[in-house]
């Protein structure tokens, strides 16, 4: 079945550090991959998305890498700020086509706590 | 343009009830998704709705079920409440295969 796994499950960093999250897809027809960030008593907010026919995006301090052949897709954050800290989601999807349309297979989750 | 807003914010209801809560999706999205965000489980999808016709499902009972209106909001009802249906109930919108925008969502707490 549809599967997504997200590692770690808790990541500490000092501020000014790198942070990378990693995910791994089980559906090889997925083709649309979101990071949301959720803060405490809020939804989810996207923060960068990418689709399967592109290797790399990048946003200011954000990048996400995807890997297609491995089925591995992953989030990078530079130069955290403690405002960075909140839980992140990955998550896969099959954008059009029979039964996929949008829903969202979601990775359990990162908290990540950066320390000023 | 105001994003997805989800009522009530907050519910608490006891076993055996049923409850019903909306979402308002951004303005000319046509799509809503709902999910169920709980601490065991994550987040789950629950179904989505384009259109008034409901497009995709997911692994629920029957006791979930849910709705569109002609302008795009939507309802999701749960019916016979268990105590394991306390989450936090989210819903999406999005333009037709492209980025899902979250609300708020609603807190349930079923005692």
């Known amino acids: 079945g549809e599967n997504v796994e997200q590692h770690p499950s808790t990541l500490s960093v000092q501020e000014g550090d790198s942070a990378v999250i990693k995910c791994t897809y089980s559906?090889?027809?997925?083709?649309?991959f979101p990071w949301y960030k959720q803060e405490l008593g809020k939804g989810p907010q996207l923060i960068i998305d990418?689709?399967?026919?592109?290797g790399e995006k990048k946003d200011q301090r954000i990048a996400v890498t995807l890997n297609k052949t491995a089925k591995h897709f992953s989030l990078h954050i530079t130069e955290t700020q403690p405002e960075d800290s909140a839980v992140y989601f990955c998550?896969?999807?099959?954008?059009?086509?029979?039964?996929?349309?949008?829903?969202?297979?979601f990775g359990a989750g990162t908290r990540l706590a950066v320390h000023p | 343009k105001a994003g997805v807003t989800q009522t009530p914010r907050y519910l608490i209801k006891t076993r055996g009830q049923q409850v019903t809560l909306s979402c308002s999706p951004i303005?000319?999205?046509?799509?809503v998704s709902w999910y169920q965000q709980t601490p065991g489980q994550g987040l789950q999808f629950l179904f989505e709705?384009?259109?008034?016709?409901?497009?995709n499902k997911g692994n629920f009972p029957g006791r979930f079920s849910g709705r569109q209106f002609s302008n795009s909001r939507s309802e999701m009802n749960v019916s016979t409440l268990e105590l394991g249906d306390s989450a936090l109930y989210l819903c999406?919108?999005?333009?037709?295969?492209?980025?899902?925008?979250f609300g708020p969502g609603t807190r349930l707490t079923v005692l």
């Open positions: 303005s000319g999205h046509r799509s």
């Open positions: 999406a919108s999005s333009s037709q295969g492209s980025e899902q925008f």
């Open positions: 559906d090889s027809a997925s083709n649309y």
């Open positions: 990418i689709r399967s026919n592109v």
């Open positions: 998550a896969a999807s099959k954008v059009g086509g029979a039964g996929g349309y949008n829903k969202l297979i």
């Open positions: 709705y384009f259109s008034e016709t409901q497009r």
